[in-house]
């Protein structure tokens, strides 16, 4: 278990959140800095989708009751376990009794990500629609539906049999006050002048401090429709940058509303997902128009590095399947791992708990 001395300015349990049922009206949710919760789990051995601590800003003060494996990444929150600063990014053994706390921001960001071996489960925290995150304007997932609060108690899981440490990601992001974000057109771009375009990728915009997780707001020049902010209410993606009437650009985030009815005049790449999600109020934000394969090529390298982080943990190997994590067994049905790979394609067995298929897989790719 864990012990919440402080809880921070806010502290949520998440996890990669609940897609499929926007159609009901439930938001995704989820950890914002996908490639920061993702790395900090890898780090410690965890199933990537496994529940972990966001921290924003100010990160709270932790007592841990058993010797453990934790990951800190994302902002640097400065850090510190029984009074003697950590680095981020990389592996950590805490001992039974350590007590973690954070100075406080230092400009690399605003939101941090606590993995622990084992994650989160039971005494409070609830799995709802197969996700962990926490929704707190629907009170429901994570501990209790809310935000932690002093004196929380949060029991952890069993963390992976085998898993020894000494991960460390090479490399990691740097989270500026100054930004360059990637982003494609549409969908709906042509509801904007040709002058809006040039203004969107030519002029600076502030974050306003009324940004949330639910949407990250801009200040700068206002962007002009064609004929009207409006369009019949449509689904809404993370990282499209809708515009109300006053043309000022909002970035909407995971817990962004289902639909909107607002013109929608780009999105951000997904690659780009995580200096969006760090970005302090203050900063300055400047857009940069790619196509659609540099998009998919920049995500292909972001999701390299994690590949080769997870393949250092000498563990099973894993794929998805059709987005669900399952394990690669040999025809004995014994753990595959990256280290028997001899050859750039092989045939494995794949298995998601309910059915098998034999399938041919390319490294390469």
């Not at 954070?102 to 993995?115: D, E, I, W």
């Not at 799995?127 to 609060?149: C, K």
Request: net charge negative; with cysteine; hydrophobic share 35%.
């Amino acid at each position: 278990m864990i012990e919440i001395h402080k809880s921070g300015t806010l502290t949520t349990i998440q996890d990669a959140g609940r897609p499929g049922y926007q159609e009901l009206g439930v938001p995704e949710s989820g950890a914002l800095d996908n490639f920061a919760f993702r790395c900090a789990n890898i780090l410690v051995g965890n199933p990537e989708n496994t529940a972990v601590l966001e921290a924003v800003l100010f990160g709270p003060e932790i007592k841990f009751s058993e010797d453990t494996f934790i990951a800190i990444t994302g902002a640097d929150l400065g850090p510190s376990v029984d009074g003697e600063v950590v680095n981020m990014w990389k592996t950590l053994e805490v001992s039974s009794g350590s007590i973690l706390r954070f100075s406080g921001p230092t400009g690399n960001g605003m939101r941090t990500y606590l993995s622990i071996s084992g994650g989160f489960a039971g005494d409070g925290t609830k799995r709802v629609m197969n996700s962990y995150s926490t929704y707190i304007p629907g009170g429901f997932g994570g501990h209790e539906g809310r935000a932690l609060r002093d004196g929380d108690v949060l029991t952890t899981g069993r963390g992976v049999d085998g898993f020894e440490g000494g991960l460390i990601l090479d490399n990691p992001p740097y989270f500026g006050d100054d930004e360059v974000i990637r982003i494609i057109e549409g969908p709906q771009q042509n509801s904007f002048t040709e002058e809006a375009i040039d203004t969107l990728t030519s002029a600076s915009y502030e974050v306003t401090p009324n940004s949330d997780r639910m949407g990250c707001r801009l200040d700068g020049p206002a962007l002009e429709h064609v004929n009207g902010p409006d369009v019949i209410s449509d689904g809404n993606a993370f990282g499209v940058i809708q515009v109300p009437g006053d043309g000022k650009p909002i970035i909407l985030l995971a817990d962004r509303g289902t639909t909107g009815g607002y013109t929608k005049i780009a999105t951000v790449i997904t690659a780009d997902r995580s200096q969006l999600a760090q970005l302090i109020p203050g900063s300055i934000v400047k857009f940069e128009m790619v196509g659609q394969e540099k998009a998919v090529d920049l995500l292909r390298e972001q999701e390299r590095s994690l590949t080769e982080l997870s393949n250092k943990q000498g563990l099973q190997l894993k794929f998805k399947v059709n987005g669900v994590l399952v394990d690669v067994v040999d025809d004995n049905e014994g753990p595959f791992t990256i280290q028997d790979l001899e050859n750039t394609s092989y045939t494995a067995l794949v298995s998601d708990g309910s059915s098998d298929h034999q399938v041919k897989v390319d490294i390469s790719e």
